[in-house]
């Protein structure tokens, strides 16, 4: 079994960053892809980032182009979430997830994921 843990949450102020980590253990050779969603409550899981495992080619959503980047040091099995100028609206519970193969975007594509880090971003 694939295990992600995700890592690097916490209270921040609006306009601050924050670096999430996802470690992945287990038999993850399959996987394709790596992808950030956000879940606020009430609301749907939203895609955010993801990365090609092999390759490394990277794919955002609209909203967090320019000050979102997302990585992964295939060495560590670990995939990054770099964040910057957070916003309140971002507030959500951030969860990894690991798939092999089909559309990046779309989250049940995903076979796996973590237990999620929570991000609160205050006013």
């Known amino acids: 079994q694939v295990q992600l843990v995700e890592s690097g949450g916490g209270l921040v102020q609006a306009g601050d960053s924050l670096r999430l980590s996802c470690v992945a253990s287990g038999r993850a050779f399959s996987t394709a892809s790596v992808a950030w969603f956000r879940q606020a409550p009430g609301k749907e899981r939203e895609f955010v980032a993801a990365?090609?495992?092999?390759?490394?080619?990277?794919y955002y959503a609209d909203s967090g182009k320019g000050r979102f980047t997302i990585s992964r040091d295939n060495a560590k099995n670990t995939v990054y979430l770099q964040m910057n100028s957070l916003k309140p609206k971002e507030t959500a519970v951030y969860c990894c997830?690991?798939?092999?193969?089909?559309?990046?975007?779309?989250?049940?594509?995903?076979?796996?994921w973590g237990r999620g880090t929570q991000v609160t971003v205050s006013s």
């Open positions: 997830a690991a798939n092999a193969g089909g559309d990046r975007k779309k989250d049940y594509n995903y076979d796996y």
């Open positions: 990365v090609k495992w092999g390759g490394g080619l990277t």
